[in-house]
């Protein structure tokens, strides 16, 4: 065919750089293969044979020439495309003379064409050396129409300074520790792959504001790992990820923690740090998957999930956490541990399955609040001895969730505590609330049904506990208490709650005793015995509530005096003191007692 031949020739003076040569080979087979509209295909190579040798030849001249050139090359690189929109070369032509013709943003709808018809046949664009220089030459292709087919552009903090990192070397660099260390403020945007860290992790820096975005489409996945426990001897692994007074925010990441340390953390955030986790996945075998501590420290999760880890989330050292939208299931021990002053917020999160509790507040933690919240099936482990939320000290409140089938407590508060339970559902579980040792407490709207113990209130020390417009079914709903025990002040008419004295031997009664003594420590709030990552006057005292009229010190703007004999009670007045003698006798006796 004499088309055929024309384009041979054309190739072999294209070859020998003779480009006005052929050029006009090209432009005679173009002529034949224009009239046959069967033969389109060939006629699409052509075009694009013909936009090259115009491109190549722009490049050895200058000025007007040379954008004359690249104008010819342009055209018919559309030209390709017109008679095959599906051969990547014809995009190639386009993109490459955008890109001398310096329109580099027309150019980046091409490249993305370019990366689908890969996609398409299956094959990988990484792998296509000319596509892949073309794409460095561009400088930031990566920053606008690619990223957005990864839908994941929105998410992109600073578009204007991004470097793609990819495990097999085609991006812009390979290492992300070298990429943070280079500038203090950057984007990086990760393939596909996995990142072993081995012995050093990612270290956030002070001042740095480091964005790491993962670039993943359905069924792929970017995953930063550290090796097992078969490390060489001596070797301590670091945490996969420390911020240290950095800013921090990650997106669409994979991060699995292989060796075993019980204080190793795929993410730590310490000294002020901030940390944004969106939509990634942790599997840890450390204590712990993501840990905030120190005052200052904050971490936000969303849309994150924490699956079969041996540790959850640990909010201590004053450290501010927020989970949003996040499941954390299968947890070997402990899901949500709050300690030390720390503070969490949670809503529309799931905890199940855990080993022991779904969320514990221990003593110092200043509280949390938990909204449209589902605790499922913890304590699966270790039984009826956990609660699948604990709460031994601080300001908590818990609306519009849900509590079902844990073995265990379903609510356990403890001295110190105050709690706001209201529009929530307990069921499933051995109790489904439990009130112990002088905690405070109003439950509102709730339903607690399907419990073998609807409520417990156990040596409560004459605490109020409010109890309105619920709906209690259970067996047995109790108040246990000892002879010297004052009953706690309730209202809500509408429950009807029996209460059993027990008479106490002396062995219990020395137990009983403790419990007073560490009470009175409490409502001290000794500095000396709070460890010194807590003692800040942020952590709140427990609530005081005045047993005369049960009001607590914020509703009567007063700081309430103590009991001049047991120097534990308080009330508001004097009035209230008399009025409530009766009711406190026995108990200031004892602790009274308890004081020598």
Same mark, same amino acid.
């Given at each position: ?353 855990? $080993? ?37 000290? $601080? ?66 020390? $004459? ?41 106490? $031997? ?91």
């Amino acid at each position: 065919m004499a088309w055929a031949c024309a384009k041979e020739e054309g190739n072999q003076y294209f070859a020998n750089r003779r480009y006005n040569d052929a050029i006009e080979k090209y432009s005679y087979a173009i002529q034949i293969l224009a009239s046959n509209p069967e033969l389109s295909a060939d006629l699409a190579r052509v075009y694009s044979n013909r936009s090259a040798a115009y491109l190549q030849m722009g490049l050895t001249f200058h000025d007007s020439e040379r954008t004359e050139c690249f104008r010819h090359s342009l055209a018919d690189g559309h030209n390709c495309i017109a008679a095959d929109s599906d051969f990547e070369k014809g995009h190639f032509r386009v993109a490459k003379a955008l890109l001398c013709l310096n329109y580099k943003g027309d150019g980046l709808d091409h490249i993305t064409k370019i990366i689908e018809l890969h996609r398409q046949r299956k094959t990988d664009y990484r792998q296509d050396k000319v596509l892949a220089q073309l794409m460095k030459d561009y400088k930031y292709w990566q920053q606008r129409k690619v990223l957005r087919s990864y839908q994941v552009w929105d998410k992109v903090k600073y578009k204007d300074k991004c470097f793609v990192i990819d495990p097999y070397g085609a991006g812009d660099m390979e290492h992300i520790q070298s990429a943070i260390n280079m500038m203090s403020r950057v984007s990086l945007l990760v393939l596909p792959g996995a990142f072993l860290f081995r012995e050093k992790g990612i270290l956030i820096k002070p001042q740095q504001d480091i964005d790491i975005v993962g670039l993943c489409h359905p069924g792929e996945e970017t995953a930063f790992e550290t090796p097992n426990d078969t490390a060489p001897q001596g070797v301590i692994f670091d945490h996969t990820v420390t911020v240290v007074n950095g800013i921090l925010s990650m997106t669409n990441i994979t991060v699995r923690q292989q060796f075993n340390h019980a204080e190793r953390h795929a993410i730590l955030v310490v000294k002020g740090g901030k940390c944004m986790l969106n939509n990634c996945k942790f599997w840890s075998k450390a204590s712990g998957s993501i840990a905030a501590t120190d005052p200052g420290s904050k971490l936000v999760a969303r849309n994150c999930v924490l699956n079969e880890s041996c540790g959850g989330i640990i909010v201590c050292g004053q450290s501010k956490v927020v989970v949003d939208q996040c499941q954390i299931t299968n947890v070997a021990r402990i899901g949500v541990e709050i300690r030390d002053g720390g503070f969490l917020t949670m809503r529309d999160t799931e905890v199940s399955n855990s $080993g022991r509790q779904g969320l514990v507040c221990h003593a110092y933690g200043e509280g949390f609040h938990l909204q449209r919240c589902k605790f499922m099936n913890n304590a699966c482990h270790f039984g009826e001895n956990e609660a699948a939320i604990s709460v031994a000290t $601080g300001k908590v409140s818990v609306a519009e969730c849900e509590i079902l089938n844990n073995k265990g407590t379903g609510l356990g508060l403890d001295s110190g505590s105050h709690c706001i339970l209201k529009d929530s559902q307990i069921s499933g579980s051995k109790v489904a609330l439990s009130l112990c040792h002088g905690c405070t407490a109003h439950i509102t709207n709730n339903k607690l049904i399907n419990n073998r113990y609807g409520l417990t209130i156990l040596f409560n020390l $004459g605490k109020d506990i409010v109890l309105q417009g619920n709906t209690i079914e259970a067996a047995l709903n109790e108040i246990i208490l000892t002879k010297e025990d004052s009953i706690p002040k309730m209202t809500g008419a509408e429950h009807k709650v029996e209460v059993f004295q027990i008479d106490i $031997g002396e062995q219990m009664l020395s137990e009983k005793l403790k419990i007073l003594r560490k009470q009175k420590k409490l409502n001290k709030f000794d500095e000396n015995n709070r460890p010194a990552s807590a003692r800040d006057e942020r952590v709140p005292t427990q609530m005081r509530v005045c047993p005369g009229c049960g009001l607590d010190e914020e509703a009567k703007r007063q700081a309430f005096k103590k009991c001049s004999a047991c120097k534990v009670t308080f009330y508001c007045s004097a009035d209230c003191q008399k009025k409530d003698w009766e009711m406190h006798k026995n108990q200031c006796r004892l602790l009274k007692e308890a004081q020598h």
